[in-house]
């Protein structure tokens, strides 16, 4: 439990803050602080200061204007440093990081007496590897061929123009001029180029590498340790979890952890545990690595028992080879049938022919046999090769070792690199052979079971066909559950959007809070009044789609206003190009469309325009329906062409549906209403952006009057003037 005393050193920071800044407290960010203090400090913990309650998780939806921010810190970092526990504030992009790091916390320390000290975390993949940039430099002839990606499309790209890069990035590091740090960079290094010199956890040979003092990555992870406050983003913190918790950043019982962009945190969990493999692709790997191993062999052998453990790898290589080699045809068989399928529906979308989802996640006998083979194969292969990898490194460790030092980190990255995609596959393998995979005579359907879902991709790279095997979770809740909140002392996930329809069911079932946890809203400073909502006579059902984008060509030029600043949302890439094509050329000439330009791009020509009197409407998809931020004049008008109801074809959502309505649900009005609900609000959400704001938001689909769950999506907007 938290003191009196600090309760009130919050009052006392806050007081401080509004008065150093002449502010006036706003009356939604006084109840977020107490709500998250409160929260906090009625967590119990033993002598130890391990937590020993599930009172320690703390949902607040909080809209633009609110200054969410502020008040998380002030709520947080007294209680933290009270308890001595670390303070990690994740978010889901790189401006909300920057804002944080570069204002929002310097802003903090400036106008309080709060001492504490922050940084950024960053994953090894923002840094440069040394090592991995001096083997490239000595021979890219020979790195390309040891190190290539397992699909053909990933290949590394070491030109001339590279190397070039490198041997400045080098000069640079040398004369103290660079750190190492991709952001810190001064002009934007491609992907390709940057892949082939950064590594991952499986490569790099940590602290027996000759370059760890001069590791731009271990010198910033060794300076987390000593600070109060580490700014991460929630790819970083769920690859820290993946890795057990406490390898990149501090260990999660000794964390309260800031989710702000919470709503963004599931849908990452999924991508982190979801599994890939290409059938062909991985079938070449291995092909490949008979070759590479006697090049390894000529180079590192005797160190150890690298020779016995590295002779067993031919016959491990060939037999998982000639079983996936297998997956191919049975692949390709029920793609074409897929594509026959698709061919006969009504409306055929291109998506039907590319993609084959396993309904209910079930496999038949002949794919789970080749799975229950090949997780066996993998499982073997990994072992074996970590085996290689622990010979290597101890190598690395004697100093008598007959075998160059170089030769040995050279071949522990490539050994590293063979032991990520085993793995990669023994898992992927493992989720098609589990007990829920196939469905036997004599077993039992348990409903309340949560399925994975499973399908297969083809992958169509210059004409040649590859299939990618993929698993996924269909819900986070589980995952986030057992490796977050389970582990963490306490956390604060805050968003604008994380109720739905006026709940947060939604976010529970995905996220895997429970009720026992806190969960509120706060009030919006906003005069929501000043923002008028129509559904235009005119407009159609958006559901018979022909009409829908004739009726948007017709009307779309009388309700947008001359010399002012428009944003108008699409659905579909499809709809938008139409719309854009059916219109006059003057209004073309006035319009700014998603994909000829990027988005930075795009925004800074907007407000260029708006300044100058003239004007500019931005057409968009679902990117430009968050995160987009036009005050004032730069937007005075938000058309919605539909409601956001995702496109069903996606094999997560597919499958989270199909899970639902086999529990006797309704996965209409319990995923796809509540989903379109919040994509609503934020579609909303880019008109009113500052108290002064006021404008229009016109929603081009009629369904929102004409359909039982139009009343439910508009009862979850903020109170705007109605004009139906």
């Known amino acids: 439990m938290v003191s009196d005393a600090v309760k009130t050193k919050i009052q006392s920071v806050y007081r401080q803050f509004l008065e150093s800044k002449s502010l006036k407290p706003r009356y939604g960010q006084k109840l977020m602080i107490a709500d998250i203090a409160r929260t906090l400090s009625s967590i119990e913990s033993d002598e130890e200061g391990v937590r020993n309650t599930d009172n320690h998780i703390c949902v607040i939806e909080a809209g633009t204007g609110t200054g969410k921010t502020v008040a998380y810190l002030l709520a947080t970092l007294p209680v933290a440093q009270s308890l001595k526990k670390k303070v990690v504030i994740s978010t889901a992009t790189i401006a909300l990081q920057e804002q944080i790091v570069h204002k929002d916390l310097p802003d903090v320390k400036r106008n309080t007496d709060l001492s504490f000290n922050f940084t950024l975390a960053k994953g090894r993949g923002r840094y440069l590897c040394l090592s991995k940039l001096d083997r490239l430099l000595m021979d890219s002839d020979a790195y390309n061929t040891f190190n290539q990606a397992l699909y053909e499309d990933e290949y590394p790209s070491v030109d001339a123009d590279a190397v070039t890069i490198y041997n400045s990035m080098v000069d640079a590091m040398s004369a103290g001029k660079w750190d190492g740090d991709r952001d810190n960079w001064p002009q934007e290094i491609d992907t390709k ?52 918790g406490g390898a990149i950043l501090p260990d999660p019982k000794d964390t309260i952890y800031i989710f702000d962009e919470g709503h963004h945190l599931p849908e990452k969990a999924l991508g982190h545990f979801a599994y890939h493999t290409r059938v062909n692709g991985t079938s070449k790997w291995l092909e490949q690595n008979q070759k590479t191993l006697s090049s390894m062999l000529g180079d590192i052998s005797g160190a150890g028992n690298v020779d016995h453990y590295a002779e067993q790898l031919p016959s491990l290589f060939l037999s998982a080879k000639q079983t996936i080699d297998n997956i191919y045809p049975y692949c390709q068989q029920l793609l074409d049938e897929q594509l026959l399928l698709a061919e006969q529906k009504p409306f055929f979308r291109e998506g039907d022919a590319q993609r084959y989802r396993f309904e209910q996640g079930i496999i038949d006998e002949r794919l789970f046999d080749y799975a229950t083979t090949l997780h066996q194969e993998f499982d073997r292969l990994n072992s074996l090769i970590g085996k290689v990898a622990n010979e290597i490194q101890s190598a690395l460790e004697d100093g008598y070792s007959s075998v160059p030092r170089a030769d040995l980190e050279t071949w522990l990255s490539v050994v590293g690199n063979w032991q990520a995609r085993a793995e990669a596959n023994r898992q992927l393998w493992f ?58 002392y306490g956390a604060v996930v805050t968003s604008a959007t994380l109720s739905a329809l006026g709940r947060f069911d939604r976010f529970m079932m995905r996220a895997g809070t429970s009720s026992s946890h806190h969960y509120n809203v706060m009030p919006s400073p906003f005069d929501f009044s000043r923002a008028t909502l129509q559904v235009p006579s005119m407009a159609v059902e958006a559901n018979k789609a022909t009409d829908h984008t004739e009726s948007m060509i017709q009307y779309l030029p009388d309700i947008l206003q001359k010399n002012e600043g428009s944003l108008v949302l699409f659905s579909s890439r499809k709809q938008m190009l139409d719309v854009f094509n059916g219109l006059s050329s003057a209004w073309q000439d006035m319009i700014l469309m998603q994909g000829e330009h990027s988005k930075q791009a795009m925004l800074v020509e907007h407000k260029k325009i708006i300044d100058n009197g003239a004007t500019s409407v931005l057409f968009g998809l679902a990117s430009f329906a968050e995160g987009v931020d036009l005050p004032g004049n730069y937007c005075r008008h938000v058309v919605i062409a539909k ?13 989270l549906a199909e899970w639902v309505e086999s529990r006797g649900g309704n996965a209409f009005m319990e995923i796809s209403v509540p989903d379109a609900s919040i994509k609503l609000v934020q579609s909303c959400g880019r008109l009113l952006r500052s108290e002064s704001d006021d404008g229009t938001i016109t929603i081009f689909d009629k369904r929102l009057i004409t359909k039982r769950y139009g009343k439910a999506l508009l009862n979850a907007l903020p109170p705007y003037q109605l004009q139906l």
């Open 431 to 488: 989720s098609y052979c589990s007990a829920d995979a196939v469905e036997r005579p004599d077993s039992k359907t348990d409903n309340k079971k949560v399925p994975l879902a499973r399908w297969i991709t083809l992958i169509d790279f210059n004409g040649n066909i590859d299939y990618e095997v993929c698993s996924s979770p269909i819900l986070a809740a589980h995952t986030l559950k057992n490796r977050l909140w389970d582990h963490c």
């Open 643 to 655: 409601i956001p109801f995702s496109v069903p074809d996606d094999p997560v959502e597919a499958s």
């Open 193 to 244: 180029v940057w892949s082939p010199i950064t590594t991952n956890h499986r490569e790099c040979t940590g602290r027996r590498c000759s370059n760890v003092t001069s590791c731009s990555f271990f010198k910033a992870r060794e300076a987390i340790d000593n600070y109060d406050c580490i700014v991460a983003n929630h790819d970083l913190v769920l690859a820290d979890l993946a890795l057990g």
